[in-house]
C-alpha cells in the first residue's frame, strides 16, 4: 500500500522566517509527486517533481525531490500571512489514476 | 466553466438519511476524481471516471457508496444509509488527460452526520 507521511504536523512562524517541509514516500511503481496549498477547502496545485535533484521554483516556493532518499522538500523564503494554508504533498504511484496523500503541513505565519 | 463546481457546500443528514452529492467538472475534461477527506488528514481517492465509464471504484469504503456520471460530465456521488463515519469534506477533481498532472479540484461538499 502507497504511503505518504509529511512532518511536521504544524509549524508556526513569523513573517519573513524561511521555511521546510517535508514529504517521505513509499509507492510503488513511482510516477510522480505533487506539492498542493490547502486554503479552504480546494487543494491548489503547485508543483510537480519526477526528476530527482531537478529544483521546480515558483517566487519564494521552490522544492526539489530526491528519489534515492524517497523524499521531497517544499521551501518557502521570506513568508508572509497569505501562506498560511496546509500544505498537502502526495504521490502518484502503482495506478496512474489516483494521487496518495499525505496528512498535511498546517503552516501558521504571524505578523 | 471556469472551475469545479461542487453542490451543495454544505450538507447535514441525519444518520440513515441517503445523500446525494454533485460534481460539475471544467467542460471538455475526460477525467473525473472523487476524494474524501477527513478532518485533519488529507484526501483519499474514492472513484475514477473516464468520461462516462467508472475505470476505478477501490477507493469506495463500502457498498453504501455509489458514483455515477452518466453523460460523461456532470457526476453525482451517493451515500445511502449516512453513518457518523461519512462525515468529511467530499472533494471532486478533473481533468484533461487521464494523468494526475493538471487536476483541478473543486472546492468541495462538506458532510456532516448527526
Known amino acids: 500500500e502507497d504511503k505518504v507521511v509529511q512532518s511536521p504536523l504544524s509549524l508556526v512562524v513569523h513573517e519573513g522566517d524561511t521555511v521546510t517541509l517535508n514529504c517521505s514516500y513509499e509507492v510503488t511503481n513511482f510516477r510522480s509527486l505533487l506539492w498542493y496549498k490547502q486554503e479552504k477547502k480546494a487543494p491548489t496545485f503547485l508543483f510537480m517533481l519526477?526528476?530527482?535533484?531537478i529544483e521546480k521554483k515558483s517566487g519564494r516556493l521552490s522544492s526539489i525531490l530526491d528519489k534515492k532518499e524517497l523524499s521531497s522538500i517544499l521551501n518557502i523564503t521570506a513568508t508572509q500571512t497569505g501562506d498560511s494554508a496546509i500544505y498537502l504533498c502526495?504521490?502518484?504511484?502503482?495506478?496512474?489514476?489516483?494521487?496518495?496523500f499525505g496528512s498535511g503541513t498546517q503552516l501558521t505565519v504571524l505578523p | 466553466g471556469a472551475g469545479v463546481s461542487q453542490s451543495p457546500r454544505y450538507k447535514v443528514a441525519k444518520r440513515g438519511q441517503d445523500v446525494a452529492l454533485r460534481c460539475d467538472p471544467i467542460s471538455g475534461h475526460v477525467s473525473l476524481f472523487w476524494y474524501q477527506q477527513a478532518l485533519g488528514q488529507g484526501p483519499e481517492f474514492l472513484t475514477y471516471?473516464?468520461?462516462?465509464?467508472?475505470?476505478?471504484k477501490s477507493g469506495l469504503p463500502s457498498d453504501r457508496f455509489f458514483a455515477e456520471r452518466p453523460e460523461g460530465s456532470v457526476s453525482t456521488l451517493k451515500i445511502q444509509r449516512t453513518q457518523q463515519e461519512d462525515s468529511a469534506v467530499y472533494l471532486c477533481a478533473s481533468s484533461l488527460g487521464g494523468r494526475v498532472y493538471g487536476y483541478t479540484f473543486g472546492s468541495g461538499t462538506r458532510l456532516t452526520v448527526v
Open positions: 502526495a504521490v502518484e504511484g502503482g495506478s496512474a489514476r489516483q494521487l496518495t
Open positions: 519526477t526528476s530527482s535533484g
Open positions: 471516471f473516464q468520461n462516462e465509464a467508472q475505470l476505478d
